[in-house]
């Protein structure tokens, strides 16, 4: 496959406690066959404990390929069900896919445009 004119990149990046969540509630909207990478982050400053220990807890980087349509319904599903609009909760985005090639989902080919 090469063209993807509907196809999207759904990623999520979610703390440890609840990847598994994640993956459920895309399971739920029919989309399979995610990427999991172990990630940290340095953007916020680190929660501290009453001990005066720093803490950062660890996340997951979420990559899945779908229909843009549920893609983005399954971003949202994310955003509610994990509650991401707290702060350190993850986030979820997508991004067209402009080029895909060693995937076939169920699209017609067609042949490339030269620039």
Known sequence: MEHTANTSLLIAIVTDDVSDKALDVADR???SGVTMVPA?????PPIKTFFGLTFQS???LLF???DTEVANRTALQLRNELNLDSPRQGLALTLPVDRLYGLNINQPETPPTTP
Do not use: D, V
Not at 40 to 44: E, Y
């Open 40 to 44: 940290s982050g340095i953007g916020s």
């Open 58 to 60: 660890a996340m997951t």
């Open 64 to 66: 899945w390929i779908a």
């Open 29 to 31: 909207s029919g989309i």
